[in-house]
C-alpha cells in the first residue's frame, strides 16, 4: 500500500489521502458500499465502477460459507469470482460470527461457533481468519478481534480488548509468513468499548505493532450507544492514531454521521445502510432521506434530485414512477440503490473538495443547514464539530439544537 | 403533435407460411432516426411499466430491447392514471413521446406499445360488460371503458395501442353465444378506438364495479381535443370457435355501416384502421384446456387434445384466411422456441413476446441455445438451471450456444456469433463518474478503454447469487436471456433469407431448408422445457415467500441475515 496524505483542513482534522492498492487508486476519505455476498443488492461490478465507487467491502463470514473457499479459490480470487477489479476489503469475519451465530464461545484460541451447515463445532482462528482472507484475496484484511457490543460493560470490555491485541500479533505473524503482504494489506481494530482508559491503552499497544499493519479501524462502535459518547471514542482514535496511516471507521453510514467522522479526521467507512434502506424505498438527499413509498410522491415528476449525477436522477426518472415500483419491482430498488450509492459518494466527493479548497468548514456549515433544515441540529453533531473548531451554530445562534441521535427520516416508523 | 408513422414491409406476403419482413417505425422526417425491426423478432414485456429486473442504465446496453410492450392496467390503481397526469403536465406540452419519457425509454430506440392488459395473465376475473373491460391492479379489479383507453392512448402516445378485446376470463368453456358476444363487443370497441376527433373530457370513468355502460352514465361533456390515435393494432377474437373467429375477421372487413360510417371516416372498414393483428396465446390455451374432450363437429380436423399446436394453428389460420397478409402479426404467449419455430412455419407470425425467456431469468436459468443448430446434434436442454449444484465450480460463461466474447475458462471459436449482453459482454463504461478530487489526474489512473471487453460473468457466480438470493443474477440472467432469444431470431431470419436466395425467386413458403432445420432444432433441444420446471421448484425452496410482488422475496434476505439452505444434492 502507498498511503500519501495530500491535503489537511486548515481547521477540522480533516484530511485527503491517496491510497494505492494492488487494485488501483482510492481517493480518501471514502465510503464503501457493502457487497456482503459478493454483489451489491441487484446491481453489477460493471454499475459499481461506472458509479465512480472504487473501494468496496466483502464479508468474510458469508463468503465463507457461500460460496465457499473452494469455489472463491478455483476462481482465483473474490476479485475475478465477482468481476471487480477495483479495490476490496474484507473483515474478519468475527462481528458476524458473534451477531448471527447463537452459540459462539470465544476462548482465547479462537471463536468456537456452531457451523451453520452441518452443526459441527468450528473454531475460527485469528490465523484461520487471516488465511480465509488470502484466499479471498482482498487489498485489505482485517484482524480478527474479540467483539464485543458497545453496550457491555465491566471486566469483559477490557479482556475483549486485551485478547484482541493478543489476536492482532497472532495475525501479524500469519499474514508475514504468507508471502501475500505485497499484495494485501492488514487493519488493526482499535477495540476498549465506552471506555476512554481502556481505548488509550489498546491505541498504545496497537500503535506500538505499526510495523506490522497498513492501516487502522475503530472498532466496537456503532452499537447502539450514546452519539455523544460515539463521536468522543472516535475523536480519541483519531487523534492518536499515527498520521501515516489510514483510519477506517466499521459501521457508519448516515451522511451526519460521515461528516462528523470526517471532520474527527477519519479516512474510511462503510455500511449497509444506503444499499438496504433503497430496497424499502428510501433515497437519499441533501435535503434529508425521502420515503418515495409515501403516497406525496405518486404525482410528483422531478427527479429524486436534478443535479444529482447518478443514472437514475440524470436520466431525470421521476419521484412518481419511482413510487408506482419501489418494493413491487426489483428494478425500483436498483434505480435506488445506484443513487444512494452516488449519494454517497458525493458527500466524501464533495467533502475532498472542499479539504483541498480550503472550504471545508464551509462544506459542513452548507451541508447541514440543507440537511436539517428547520429540524435542528442534533446536539451531539454540535458538539463534535466545536471539538475540531467548526461552530454549526456560527451566524444562527437561535438555530433549533435536538437531543438524541438526530437521525433524519421521513417516517415515524423508521425501517433502515 | 407526433411525427411517428409505422410500416410494414413484407417482400414476399406469405398468407401462411415463413415471412421475412421489416418493421420501421420512423419518426419525424429525418429517415436516419427509424427504428427498424427485422421479423420474425421479439417484443420485450414489462412489469409496472419496467423490464424486469434491469435499470434503466441495463436498459440501454441491452441491444435485444426494441420493441416494448406495457400491460397498462398497473397504472389504472390511480384515476387518472399517473402517465396520464405526467403525459398532461405542462411540462410536457410539447413533448410527442410523454409515455417514453416517463418510463425510461428511448424515443430513437425503442418501440413502445401499450396493451390494456397483461396479455398472458389467465387469472379469473369478474364478467366484461359492453362497454367495460375488466383488468388487474395491486388493488383489485378495475373497469376500463373503451371511450376511456381511446383517451389514454390518445393523450401518453405510445408508438402502438392494443385495441381492447373482450377475451372472457371467467369459467371457461364458453358457449357459442359468449364467443358471438365477445366478437361483437371487440368490433365495438376497436370502432371507438379508431373513431377521430374530440373526446369528452373529463372521462366519464367508472367509479363502480357495476356502473352504467359509459354512453348511458355520461352527461354531455365538453369535448376537447387531443392527438391522433396512434397505430391500433387488434386482437384477433373468438377463441376457440371457428365461426366465432372467421366472422370477427369478416366484421374487420365488412363496409362500415350506420352511425360508423361519417363517425369513422374516412375508413371505409375496420380494417383500414388497424396496423397490425394480436394474438394472445395465454387465453386461447386456457380455453382450450376447457373443452370437453371430444371435439365439436365444427371444430378443426384436428382435435386439441390429439395434437394442440396444429388446433391451435388450425384456428389461427381460421382468422387470418380472408385478412389481408401484409400486416404484421404479433403472438404473445408463447412457452417455447419450439412453438416459436412452428408458428413461423405454420402461421405465418412476425413478432413474438419475450415473456417466457424473461420468466427463466426470474427462476435462475441462463438460456443456452441457437438457430440454427450447431455442433453435434445430442439432445440438451434450452439452458441451464443455475441453482442445481452441478454449476457451483463451472467457471464458464452462461451459453456455450451463444458464448461470451471474452471468458475465464475457454475462448469461443473464431467465427462464432457471440453473446452481447451486459452478462456476457460486460464493458467499462464510456464515462464513470467522478465525485471530487479523483479524476485521472489526480488519481495517475487513465479511463479504461469502453471498447475492451471484459471476462464475462460465470455460471458459478450466478449459481452463488441464486442461492444468497441476491437480485444481481436476475439483472444478469435478464438481459442475457433477451440476447439469446433476440440471437434466436437473427438466426432464423439468417435461414429465411438464406432459403429465400436459394429457391431462385421462388416465395419463402417453398423453403425446404427452413423445415429441416427446425427439424434439427426439434432433434437437438428438449420441447419438454424440463430445465424451466426444475428451476422454479428450485426457486420456491430457496424462498417460498412469494404473492406480494416481485421484490418482497428479495428484501427477505437482507445483508448480515442469515444464510440460505446448503446445495440440495
Ligand atoms: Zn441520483
Ligand atoms: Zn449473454
Redesign the pocket.
Known sequence: MRFEVIAKCHTTKARVARMTLAHGVTMLPTFMPVATQAAIKGLTSNQMEALGVTLILNNTYHLNLRPGLEVLSKAGGAHKFQGWDRNLLTDSGGFQLVSLSKFTVITEEGALFASPFTGEPTMLTPEESISIQHIIGADIIMQLDDVVSSLTTGSRVEEAMERSVRWLDRCIVQHESSGKKDNQNLFAIVQGGLDPSLRDRCLDAMIARRDGVAGYAIGGLSGGEEKDVFWRVIKQCADKLPEDRPRYSMGIGFAEDLLVCVALGVDMADCVFPTRTARFGVALTNDGPLNLKLSKHAKEFKPIDESCPCPTCSDMTSRAILHHLVTHETAGAHALTLHNVVFQAQVMGRAREAIIAGTFPDYLLSFFARYYGDAGYPEWCVNALRSVGVDLLEGSPNAKIVAGSGTKWEYASANP | MSQSSLSFALPSPVRYGPRLGTITLRRGADTASSIIIATPGLLASTSRGAVPHLSRDHVRITDALRWVNVPFETFLEQTPPIPILHAQHPSNASNPHPLHTFLGFDESRHLLSISAREPTDTREMPPNGNALVCVHSLRGVRKLAPAEWAAYARIAQPDVVLALSDTPCTDAPYSQKRLTKSVERSAAWLATLLRPGPIPMPLPIPKKLKAQPVAAAAPAQPAVALPPTPPVFVHLAGLTSLPARKAFAASLLEPLYGPHITALAPLKTLDEGVAGYTIDLAPLKAALSALPDTPSPSAAAVSPSEDPEAHIAALLRASLTALPPSKPRLVTGTTSPHEVLRLIATVGADVFDARWAQRAADVGVALDFAFPVRGERTPREIGHNLYDVRYRLDFG???DA?P?PHTTATAPEAGTPT???A???PRPPPARLYHGHDAPSVSGEPEKDPARVLP?YTRAYVHHLLHTHEMSAHALLA??NL??LDAFFAGVRGVLSASAAGVEGGPVEDAGLFAKEVRAFEEAYDPRMGVLVEAEAAWRAVDTARGKGRLSRETGAGEGEGVAPADAA
Open positions: 460463461c452462461f451459453s451463444l461470451a453473446c452481447p449482453c452478462a456476457c459482454a464475462a438481459a442475457h440476447a439469446v
